[in-house]
């Protein structure tokens, strides 16, 4: 089992010095998410080869690995223009993880709720193209559902990466994201089973509580979605249910600290990810 920091509180932290930064935190893998000169999100890549380069001997001369990378773009949108630019994005985005090395990418369905029907239509005509890119390069890619995406409900997003039928596609469960996804851990990694082998790590307030009153967006009839990705214990995640459930189902993938409210103290919070998730590892395992 992988536990790997997604580094976003550190993101103007020079990429050079990340792999020293985090092997300080006490970290062996990075999951090396969106940041303005390697891969912003819904652009184009902005690293070039050489830089991959000598990034690439940082982490190795840090004792650091890349777990997965994870790029953002609207590859479902419903504008077709902007999903063939997604498209583009993601060749050279999984160019970029076959030089470093890396055999798994993660992402998000990335399309609009409200045009649930079209946005499905062009996540299979995307995924039609990449599939067979992500094969070749043995590379797999590993969805989550998402607050104000067209496949919200874990359930659902489990049944379509099953419908995109190749050994390619996995499932990632979002922990902060659990009570927008159904609130169902146990039957959403019960219904995953073997599909299920990354899970993202952070807090996050339960927004059906106190009558939906947990929390307050104005004005009342927004469609707005809202969640946090806190340190584990700040908010009102199961987390023994949540390792329970991963326990029960054989669960042996990467674990991803995703804090990004605690800038502040990012390198306290960071830490404490580590001793916690470790701590439930144990306890569980």
Same mark, same amino acid.
């Given at each position: 089992?992988?536990?790997?920091?997604?580094?976003?509180?550190? =993101? $103007?932290?020079?990429?050079?010095?990340?792999? !020293?930064?985090?092997? &300080?935190?006490?970290? +062996?893998?990075? +999951?090396?998410?969106?940041?303005?000169?390697?891969?912003? *999100?819904?652009? $184009?890549?902005?690293?070039?080869?050489?830089?991959?380069? !000598?990034?690439?001997?940082?982490?190795?001369?840090?004792?650091?690995?890349?777990?997965?990378?994870? #790029?953002?773009?609207?590859?479902?949108?419903?504008?077709?223009?902007?999903?063939?630019?997604?498209?583009?994005?993601?060749?050279?985005?999984?160019?970029?993880?076959?030089?470093? &090395?890396?055999?798994?990418?993660? /992402?998000?369905?990335?399309?609009?709720?409200?045009? /649930? @029907? =079209?946005?499905?239509? !062009?996540?299979?005509? @995307?995924?039609?193209?990449?599939?067979?890119?992500?094969?070749? +390069?043995?590379?797999?890619?590993?969805?989550?559902?998402? #607050?104000?995406? *067209?496949?919200?409900?874990?359930?659902?997003?489990?049944?379509?990466?099953?419908?995109?039928? %190749?050994?390619?596609?996995?499932?990632?469960?979002?922990?902060?994201?659990?009570?927008?996804?159904?609130?169902?851990?146990?039957?959403?990694? =019960?219904?995953? &089973?073997?599909?299920?082998? $990354?899970?993202?790590?952070?807090?996050?307030?339960?927004?059906?509580?106190?009558?939906?009153?947990?929390?307050?967006?104005?004005? #009342?009839? /927004?469609?707005?979605?809202?969640?946090?990705?806190?340190?584990?214990?700040?908010?009102?995640?199961?987390?023994?249910?949540? *390792?329970?459930?991963?326990?029960?189902?054989?669960?042996?993938?990467?674990?991803?600290?995703?804090?990004?409210?605690? +800038?502040?103290?990012?390198?306290?919070? %960071?830490?404490?990810?580590?001793?916690?998730?470790?701590?439930?590892?144990?306890?569980?395992?």
């Amino acid at each position: 089992m992988k536990i790997a920091l997604d580094p976003t509180m550190f =993101r $103007h932290t020079p990429l050079l010095e990340l792999p !020293k930064l985090v092997a &300080g935190l006490g970290y +062996e893998w990075i +999951e090396l998410s969106p940041r303005e000169d390697v891969l912003p *999100f819904f652009r $184009h890549p902005r690293i070039d080869d050489d830089m991959l380069r !000598k990034f690439r001997r940082e982490l190795d001369a840090a004792g650091v690995g890349i777990a997965s990378v994870l #790029p953002l773009y609207r590859w479902s949108g419903p504008d077709e223009e902007e999903r063939e630019a997604a498209v583009r994005y993601w060749k050279r985005a999984i160019e970029i993880t076959s030089l470093l &090395g890396v055999e798994v990418m993660v /992402s998000e369905f990335n399309g609009r709720p409200e045009q /649930s @029907s =079209r946005s499905e239509g !062009k996540f299979f005509k @995307s995924m039609a193209e990449l599939l067979p890119i992500f094969e070749r +390069e043995g590379i797999t890619i590993t969805l989550e559902p998402h #607050p104000d995406d *067209f496949v919200e409900d874990g359930h659902v997003a489990v049944d379509m990466i099953r419908g995109l039928n %190749s050994p390619n596609a996995r499932f990632l469960y979002c922990a902060p994201h659990t009570f927008h996804m159904g609130g169902d851990a146990p039957g959403i990694m =019960r219904r995953a &089973g073997e599909l299920l082998t $990354h899970v993202h790590l952070a807090d996050s307030f339960d927004h059906t509580a106190s009558s939906g009153l947990r929390y307050i967006v104005n004005p #009342p009839d /927004s469609t707005a979605r809202v969640h946090q990705h806190l340190d584990i214990g700040e908010g009102d995640v199961d987390w023994d249910e949540l *390792f329970g459930s991963l326990r029960e189902i054989g669960f042996d993938g990467t674990m991803t600290a995703a804090v990004f409210g605690n +800038e502040h103290r990012a390198r306290d919070s %960071s830490e404490h990810m580590l001793e916690k998730t470790s701590e439930f590892i144990r306890k569980h395992w």
